[in-house]
T-cell receptor, first 111, second 115 residues
Framework: AQRVTQPEKLLSVFKGAPVELKCNYS??????LFWYVQYSRQRLQLLLRHISRESIKGFTADLNKGETSFHLKKPFAQEEDSAMYYC?????????????FGTGTQLKVEL | EPEVTQTPSHQVTQMGQEVILRCVPI?????FYWYRQILGQKVEFLVSFYNNEISEKSEIFDDQFSVERPDGSNFTLKIRSTKLEDSAMYFC?????????????FGEGSRLTVL
């Protein structure tokens, strides 16, 4: 089955510490993968997509086909990074595709 | 910056009542979506809409649900006879490209409480 898995519901780190939010996928073929973020009282928004290979707000994510992972990383966490992070995978269906989200990881950056 | 807007932000209804949630997608977008999130659970896909018809729907989107784009600007989700388990945050989203290729822009959500 095609799906995306985020094993951690909550990740708590201290300011300045490295962050790694885990995402594993199950997909036949070459997946497109995305990270979406929801800050407190704000709407869900795109953080980055693997195909662009860019760093957004200091975050990067590399697609590792061998490990079927797309972990989100940042070398030094900032307080404003506290948010809910969702890994997302478009799943091909008969009607097109649908963007499917993982269960999300709440990142809490403590001072 | 253009945004997806949703109304109402919160609606409380009695079980069995009809509910219509409204969305105004970004004006030049062609693909429209509804997602829902039950408290404490994941964001779940409900339906996608393109070219005035449903292109994909999930098993959640049963006969009690319908979507419509009545006037070229609004995109509505109707629940005909609400159940307790329909209580959730409902998110509308739109995109210029199919969801596999492009960014989805989300509204702030409509919280539905069914009593």
């Amino acid at each position: 089955a095609q799906r995306v898995t985020q094993p951690e519901k909550l990740l708590s780190v201290f300011k300045g510490a490295p962050v790694e939010l885990k995402c594993n996928y199950s997909y036949s073929g070459s997946p497109e993968l995305f990270w979406y973020v929801q800050y407190s009282r704000q709407r869900l928004q795109l953080l980055l997509r693997h195909i662009s290979r860019e760093s957004i707000k200091g975050f990067t994510a590399d697609l590792n086909k061998g490990e079927t992972s797309f972990h989100l990383k940042k070398p030094f966490a900032q307080e404003e990074d506290s948010a809910m992070y969702y890994c997302a995978l478009p799943i091909l269906t008969g009607g097109g595709n649908k963007l499917t989200f993982g269960t999300g990881t709440q990142l809490k950056v403590e001072l | 910056e253009p945004e997806v807007t949703q109304t109402p932000s919160h609606q409380v209804t009695q079980m069995g009542q009809e509910v219509i949630l409204r969305c105004v997608p970004i004006s030049n977008h062609l693909y429209f979506y509804w997602y829902r999130q039950i408290l404490g659970q994941k964001v779940e896909f409900l339906v996608s809409f393109y070219n005035n018809e449903i292109s994909e729907k999930s098993e959640i989107f049963d006969d009690q649900f319908s979507v419509e784009r009545p006037d070229g600007s609004n995109f509505t989700l109707k629940i005909r006879s609400t159940k307790l388990e329909d209580s959730a945050m409902y998110f509308c989203a739109s995109s210029a490209l199919p969801s596999g290729s492009g960014e989805l822009f989300f509204g702030e959500g409509s919280r539905l409480t069914v009593l």
